[in-house]
């Protein structure tokens, strides 16, 4: 990011808190990571920028300067939880190697939201 910022020019990121504020997550890719007989740390690579100190480093290190990083947090329900767990599998299969390996048991039906 740095790289193609003009001189003064700000950029916004968003990183998940650490696996243990998400208790769903949190169960989530600790089975995961059981089932595949893989450590967490190959599954919960979604939340491996969470510790602000690590996070302002690395960000200083890439040549980022006046550095703010704020907390926040949102709470959101879900009306399907198994549809959740499976799109949860299949977004995190995109980008965690781990989760590209499961197969999923069975669909799930899809549901009118009307």
Do not use: K
């Not at 650490?18 to 769903?24: A, I, K």
């Not at 299969?93 to 669909?107: D, G, I, L, N, W």
Request: aromatic share 8%.
């Amino acid at each position: 990011m740095r790289r193609v910022l003009r001189d003064g020019g700000s950029a916004v990121i968003s990183v998940w808190q650490s696996l243990n504020s998400h208790p769903v997550y949190e169960a989530l890719f600790t089975e995961t990571a059981r089932l595949l007989d893989v450590p967490i740390t190959d599954v919960d690579l979604a939340f491996s920028l969470s510790n602000p100190d690590e996070l302002y480093t690395l960000l200083s290190e890439a040549g980022f300067r006046s550095i703010e990083i704020t907390p926040r947090s949102l709470s959101i329900r879900m009306p399907d939880p198994e549809r959740f767990v499976q799109f949860s599998i299949l977004g995190a299969a995109t980008s965690v190697p781990a989760f590209a390996s499961m197969v999923t048991a069975r669909p799930v039906p899809s549901r009118s939201l009307g």
